[in-house]
DNA sequence: CCTTAATCCTGGAAGC
DNA sequence: TGCTTCCAGGATTAAG
């Protein structure tokens, strides 16, 4: 099974690309598929010539945020839009990976591989895409991207607010899982984590948003919170020893209980897991722990 | 409003 | 063993 970016994989792909790639400046950049570059996309050159300054993230998707090298000799001349960082936004999809390699380590590209960042200090930084689900948007402006894109999504999964949450479902007649799904209701959370999350809490998948109560979307924020971070706190440990096959299957089935374990019995009770569609995806859950 | 289905795509697993 | 078939998944779109 393959590492799924969900919301703990991207915050990892975040860290890593702050301690490699922020603060380097582009020199270069090799588009071997010009498909993977979606909407419209010429205005930024994606980021060559420009310095990455940070690193953002909403929910599952991120963005490098690059800053003309003469900004600082320059300063406001004219408008601020002339001063707002272009930025790139990207989208792991479902098998979207983001590399980074330094100067020495030797970097052969595969067919997969789209895009390569060719950095100052002469690492690479990498996007690889084989279902090429995944996918990047350049903007002009970060302000651009909060207000064509990011604005579509809900509030990131780490940061709502119980209260929040609460009044989203409250007018729903979506199933909750459903709803949890739906970026646009909170952003970074994808099958794994919401059929984990629902089984954590003990809430049927198909139960109506609306029927949730206050009382269990705080259970729901509060138990989302701590699986996420634990997740980030485990995907930082198998990042390290990535090559140590057993600790990172321990730590993976850990943090999966019913998730991929259809008909297995629940850790629970015992019963077996039940499983069935809803919205199109897998889910498994537990008839007598989530009622 | 809401759901379902189709679409995109490839690698891995299962079946024969 | 090698071939075919199926299926997973997120987001978007069209259709019911």
């Given at each position: 099974?393959?590492i799924?970016?969900?919301l703990?994989?991207?915050q990892?792909?975040?860290?890593?690309?702050?301690?490699?790639?922020?603060?380097?400046?582009?020199?270069?950049?090799?588009?071997?598929r010009?498909?993977?570059?979606?909407g419209?996309?010429?205005?930024?050159?994606?980021?060559?010539?420009?310095t990455?300054t940070?690193?953002?993230?909403?929910g599952?998707?991120?963005?490098?945020?690059?800053?003309?090298?003469?900004?600082?000799?320059?300063?406001?001349?004219?408008?601020?839009?002339?001063?707002?960082?272009?930025?790139?936004?990207?989208?792991l999809?479902?098998?979207g990976?983001l590399?980074?390699?330094?100067?020495?380590?030797?970097?052969?590209?595969?067919?997969?591989?789209?895009?390569?960042?060719?950095?100052?200090?002469?690492?690479?930084?990498?996007?690889?895409d084989?279902?090429?689900?995944?996918?990047?948007?350049?903007?002009?402006?970060?302000?651009?991207?909060?207000?064509?894109?990011?604005?579509?999504?809900?509030?990131?999964a780490?940061?709502?607010?119980?209260?929040?949450?609460?009044?989203?479902?409250?007018?729903?007649?979506r199933?909750?899982?459903?709803?949890?799904?739906?970026?646009?209701?909170?952003?970074?959370?994808?099958?794994?984590?919401?059929?984990?999350?629902?089984?954590?809490?003990?809430?049927?998948?198909?139960?109506?948003?609306?029927?949730?109560?206050?009382?269990?979307?705080?259970?729901?924020?509060?138990?989302m919170?701590a699986?996420?971070?634990?997740?980030?706190?485990?995907g930082?440990?198998?990042?390290?020893?990535?090559?140590?096959?057993?600790?990172?299957?321990?730590?993976?089935?850990?943090?999966?209980?019913?998730?991929?374990?259809?008909?297995?019995?629940?850790?629970?009770?015992?019963?077996?897991?039940?499983?069935?569609?809803?919205?199109?995806?897998?889910?498994?859950?537990?008839?007598?722990?989530?009622?």
């Open positions: 099974m393959s799924m970016p969900e703990p994989e991207v990892n792909v975040c860290l890593g690309l702050t301690t490699t790639v922020v603060g380097q400046s582009v020199t270069r950049v090799t588009v071997r010009r498909d993977i570059v979606r419209p996309s010429r205005p930024t050159n994606m980021l060559r010539g420009y990455l940070r690193i953002d993230r909403l599952k998707q991120i963005a490098l945020v690059g800053q003309s090298p003469n900004h600082r000799n320059n300063p406001g001349t004219s408008g601020k839009t002339a001063h707002s960082p272009p930025c790139i936004c990207i989208h999809g479902m098998t990976s590399r980074f390699y330094p100067k020495d380590k030797p970097h052969k590209p595969d067919i997969h591989t789209h895009i390569i960042w060719h950095l100052n200090n002469g690492g690479r930084l990498a996007f690889r084989p279902r090429r689900f995944g996918g990047l948007w350049t903007f002009d402006s970060v302000s651009a991207l909060h207000e064509i894109r990011w604005s579509k999504l809900g509030e990131d780490l940061t709502i607010t119980p209260s929040k949450l609460h009044a989203k479902l409250q007018h729903t007649r199933a909750i899982k459903s709803a949890l799904l739906d970026q646009a209701t909170l952003a970074g959370l994808g099958n794994i984590y919401v059929d984990e999350l629902l089984f954590g809490c003990g809430i049927h998948p198909l139960r109506l948003g609306c029927d949730v109560s206050r009382q269990e979307t705080q259970r729901l924020v509060r138990q919170r699986l996420l971070a634990k997740a980030i706190r485990l930082g440990s198998t990042l390290r020893d990535y090559v140590d096959t057993t600790g990172r299957s321990g730590g993976f089935q850990y943090l999966h209980q019913v998730y991929g374990r259809s008909a297995q019995p629940c850790p629970r009770c015992g019963q077996p897991l039940a499983c069935t569609t809803v919205s199109g995806r897998t889910t498994v859950y537990c008839e007598k722990c989530q009622p």
